[in-house]
């Protein structure tokens, strides 16, 4: 195993609290969680309780109030801008529930689009390929994002965010906007791949069905995590 799979997650009373004319919005009161390698976590909860919060801010695109994220060693937001930008990169891969590919780029280029900032481009192409045939894409490489189905789009999402071997992998209602066959097989996409190359992966969903293929659940309410 590389020395970049084998870190666990640590989340530590994390906290976040958005200032208004009012009271404060204390969005998360919190909230911990430890996953190591190869561990998934599916977080849900209602509408507005603060899930994607979370998942922001354990991928860095947001910062909590109070508490700590822990990526092995790195606390990222100890990390310079730069550093940080870097982390993101190769630490985390993002599934959203929008796809967010790039409309003038082929399936392959968008793939490909995260292994340019730090790294030559001949393995990541060997890399890319391989995982877009394990999503069923393999041959779609020249497509346009406007000339695939929504779940060939979310299958090349899903290949992107793994492209540069993250450790952890982060993924906001990433079925939310499938049809029920396409969120089936990115849910089995999910978890096949999570295992394959042994990630540590935070899902939020609504979905009970793509919940129910993972074994930790946890409900976030009033700002704390709960298993359920
Ligand atoms: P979920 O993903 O569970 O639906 P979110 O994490 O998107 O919920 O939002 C949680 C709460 O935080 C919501 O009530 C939302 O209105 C509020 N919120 C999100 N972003 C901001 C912000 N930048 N400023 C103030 N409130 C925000
Ligand atoms: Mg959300």
Do not use: W
């Amino acid at each position: 195993m590389s020395e970049s799979t084998a870190k666990s997650l640590s989340v530590e009373s994390v906290a976040k609290v958005y200032p208004t004319r009012g009271e404060p919005l204390v969005v998360l009161r919190d909230v911990s969680l430890s996953l190591q390698p190869g561990e998934v976590a599916v977080i849900m909860g209602p509408s507005g309780c603060g899930k994607s919060t979370l998942l922001n801010i354990i991928g860095t695109l947001d910062e909590p109030t109070g508490g700590t994220v822990r990526l092995g060693d790195c606390d990222p937001f100890a990390l310079s801008e730069s550093q940080l930008a870097r982390y993101r990169n190769e630490q985390v891969g993002f599934v959203f529930q929008d796809h967010h590919l790039l409309p003038h780029l082929s399936v392959l280029e968008n793939v490909l689009l995260p292994t340019l900032a730090h790294r030559g481009s001949n393995d990541g192409v060997a890399r890319a390929k391989k995982l877009l045939d394990r999503v069923g894409l393999s041959d779609r490489l020249e497509h346009r994002p406007a000339e695939l189905s929504g779940g060939e789009r979310q299958r090349t999402a899903l290949a992107r965010a793994l492209i540069n071997a993250p450790p952890l992998l982060l993924a906001d209602e990433p079925t939310g906007n499938l049809d029920r066959a396409s969120a089936e097989r990115i849910g089995a996409l999910l978890l096949e791949l999570q295992h394959a190359e042994h990630v540590i992966l935070v899902v939020v969903t609504h979905s009970p069905t793509l919940a129910a293929r993972f074994d930790r659940q946890y409900e976030l309410t009033d700002g704390v995590l709960a298993v359920s």
